[in-house]
Structure formats: structure tokens, C-alpha cells
């Protein structure tokens, strides 16, 4: 079969759930599809990274849709260019006119704003407030490059259209109605904007984008053959609102680059881990609660034990936080080893979908302590496979224990282990896609039922990773 995916993405390097999420699928349907993937490039540098997807993946070819130059390299300074410069250093150091002018002009508009009742009004504390907890609309116009590459590609007549991921949902009111068109939802947007309202401080503007944001998602999906979810919460939540035939569940197999370890594991080696990068929202979130509420907790009961937070973070945020026996190795070039012998923290409040760290730690055999949002979706079971609390000092005690106990150490790393074998490997996620791509393609839609539901004993049976697969052994 050809498909022609879409995606905001390009899904290399694996340095981010989402790309895990499409490297990790497209490498377990190789040599059973011939992909074509459209996907926007910031710029020309980034083609190596490019070649380097069509490398590991032969079967995937890349359309790039190129949106911006070369930067030019920096041209020395003008005398324009010094003269700002002293300008700024006058106003940053000797508080300068400008500045003195700029925070004056703030405190009239603000008092202004508070005398003439302009500022939103909190509902809980009745304080006037500026409208900052607002969510992002992804449905926006696409850039000019993107859709003209998506149109010549359209022209080889592929048997499947897949889009990926919100950021390209829009495309479902232009895209053509006689080819089948399949889209991948990562997480449902007005689910997680919902949320993130909760978390946040809800205001009335904030309300109003995420129920403007719902119509257009609903509206939109309902223009496409076929919805393909990861777990089966959102699968339900969407036939809700959707014809429930053309729903699907589809879950993404264990990352690739991990992969799944093959001897006994190793034992607690007294450090926590914290794996996501601060571009992500809600681990920025997450980490803000990790580090101020639950690790100062788990550090005063544990004095000997450390916290990794792996993944990019600025700068300010390290210095802020590395006096606490808290570390910032980066993006870990390998993360089974990273892992390794470690105790995942899951703290997260806002999300929607399956969580592709949890997936990982568990294919290392490293358990793992996690809110009830951050294993949602995901088919283990609290308190047999992982540890679910949600309060600060619930969370922080969990981990603590985990950590004391090396016979509840070993449980979890074992269960967790086999909940992922039996649910997330290659081939049957493989299996299951095929199952849909075959049935959209055909025009017929399956039924959910007991025997295509993911998880079900009637549908797949259960696979052992074979030795090619396995890391940290």
C-alpha cells in the first residue's frame, strides 16, 4: 500500500514522545507499506537530518516542504548597531530615561485598567487579573510551502492519506474526498485544554478558546474516514461525539531506540529520574511540582540519593535547581542506559493519550511512580504494574518506598515488563494498524467489540522480544 502521511513533525532525531510515537510505528510496519511523509523544514540545514530518517527507514521517503532560507552568517557591526548597544547598556546599568518612561506608562494602563473594571476578574479569589492561562489554537492556517508540497504529492494518487498530530488537522476542510483519509490523534487538544484550564486558573477568554477549539476539532475530524487513537479513553470519548465505526485504537509500540532489556535488570542505584524536555508545556509544568513540592520530600527522607531531569532545559532553570542534588545531563544519546537502575517520576497534570516515557522505563524494567493522568490510557494496572498518587506528599512517599523496599522494587520492574510485552511490541502494533489501513482503504468499518479491542486475548497474541530487540542486557 502507498500512504501519504502529513505531519508537523519530522520524526527524527528521536528526541521527543511525539517522534518516538511515529519512528517507533513507521519501524515496525517496514517492508509492508511504501510511505511518502510531507513534513515543513525550518531550513536546509536541517536536510541531514532528513537523509538520515530515509536511512533508517528505506521505506519512507520525505517530501520536504522547506520554509525558510540559510541563515545568512552575522554581519559585523554597524555603527547603528553600537550605538543601541550603548543605548541598551545605559537602561540596563544607569536605569535610563526609557525605561523610567515604559514602567511608568505600565503602572498608569494598569491602574487604569483596575479603576475602570477592564481586567478579568478571578471567580475564585475576586482579584483582578491580565488573561495569561490561555490554550493555543492549532487549527490555523498552514504555510503556503507545506500545502503546495502536500498538492504535488497528492498527484501520484497514494491509496491512503494519514495525518499526524493537531498541528495539520486543518488539512481534513481542503484534502480530496475520493482518496481515504486516516487521522492519527495524538492527544485530544480540547481534552488537554481542558485541563490545562484546571491547572492553570480558569478564565473566561481561556473558556471561550478551548470551546471554540472543540467545535473546530469535532467539525473537522468529522470530515475524515477514520480517527486512530492510542488508548481506548480516548477512543470513547471521541465516539461520543463521532460515529463510533470510524473510530479506532492503535497504540505506538515501545520506542525503538530503546527497545526492550533482556536480562533480570539491574538494582536500585539510589537515583530518580525525570526524563522530558522544558519545550513540552506540561513538563515544564511537571517538573515545577517535582522540584518544589515532591523532591524536597523524597531528598529528606533519602539523603543519599540523587534526581536526573534528562532532557534540554534553559539554562536559568539549572542554575536555579542543580544545588539540590538535582542534575541536568541533557538529551541522553542513550536512554536504556540512562534508565537504568533508576526509579521514573511521572508528575505530570495535564496530557491526553499515552505517555511514551512510561513506555520506555518499563521496556528497561525500571518502575515507575506516576499521577493518574500521566498512565491514563496506558494498559497496566496501578499498584500492580506502577504506583499512581496524586498529591505531593502521596507521590513522595510512593517513591520513598519504592526506593526502600527492593523486593517491591524488583515486582514492579517485573510486571511493568510484561505489561508492555504484552501489549506494545512491534509486531503487534503492526498487526493492528494493518488491521485499519485495510479496512479504511476497503471502505468498511469495523465495529469496536471484544475482539478488536487492544488489550483483548481474542485479537493478539502475546510476543517475546526477540534478542535483536533488546538493549541493557
Known sequence: ??????????????????????????????????FDLVCPIAHPGVMRDVEELQRQLP??????????????????????????????????????????????????????????GSAPQDSKTGKRRTVANVPVNLFRQLPPQLVNE???????????????????????AWLPNDIPRLFVHHQLHWIYSERFLDSGGESSYGRY????????ELAL??????????????????????????????????????GFRCDSGEAFA????????????????????????????????CPDCRLKVIGAWPEDFVKRWSNFRVEFPGFAEDLSCALSGTIMLVPLKIGSGIRTKILAAMAQKVPVVSTSVGYEGLLVAPESDLLVRDSAEEFAMAAVKLARNP??????????????????????????????????????????????????????????????????S
Open 1 to 34: 500500500m502507498r500512504i501519504l502521511i502529513i505531519t508537523p513533525y519530522l520524526p527524527w532525531p528521536i528526541n521527543s514522545g511525539g517522534n518516538a510515537a511515529q519512528f517507533s510505528t513507521l519501524a515496525a510496519l517496514l517492508g509492508q507499506h511504501e
Open 59 to 116: 521505506h519512507v521517503r520525505v517530501r520536504a516542504a522547506i520554509l525558510g532560507p540559510i541563515p545568512d552568517p552575522p554581519a559585523p557591526p554597524t555603527f547603528r548597531d553600537r550605538c543601541r548597544a550603548a543605548y541598551d547598556w545605559w537602561e540596563e546599568y544607569a536605569g535610563g530615561p526609557a525605561r523610567a518612561m515604559r514602567g511608568f506608562a505600565r503602572a498608569l494602563f494598569n491602574g487604569t485598567a483596575q479603576l475602570l
Open 150 to 172: 502536500i498538492d504535488l504529492a497528492l498527484r501520484d494518487r497514494p491509496d491512503l492519506i494519514q495525518l499526524e498530530f493537531a498541528d495539520v488537522l486543518s488539512l481534513a
Open 209 to 216: 478558546v478551548k470551546d471554540f477549539m472543540e467545535l473546530q
Open 221 to 258: 475530524l468529522n470530515r475524515l474516514d477514520a480517527v486512530i487513537t492510542f488508548s481506548e479513553i480516548d477512543a470513547e470519548l471521541l465516539r461520543e461525539r463521532l460515529d463510533s465505526a470510524r473510530v479506532h485504537v492503535s497504540p505506538f509500540p515501545v520506542p525503538s531506540d530503546v
Open 270 to 301: 539510589k537515583v530518580f529520574t525525570f526524563l522530558g524536555s522544558s519545550g513540552h508545556f506540561p513538563n515544564r509544568q511537571g517538573a515545577e511540582w517535582l522540584l518544589t513540592e515532591i523532591w524536597p520530600r523524597i531528598a529528606a527522607e
Open 407 to 472: 523486593d517491591l522494587y524488583l515486582q514492579l520492574s517485573t510486571a511493568g515488563y510484561e505489561a508492555v510485552i504484552r501489549h506494545y511490541l512491534p509486531e503487534q502494533v503492526s498487526r493492528r494498524r494493518n488491521q485499519i489501513y485495510e479496512s479504511v482503504v476497503r471502505g468498511r468499518f469495523i465495529q469496536p467489540d471484544a475482539a478488536t479491542k487492544i488489550g483483548s486475548t481474542t485479537e493478539l497474541s502475546p510476543v517475546r522480544p526477540n534478542s535483536a530487540m533488546c538493549k541493557g
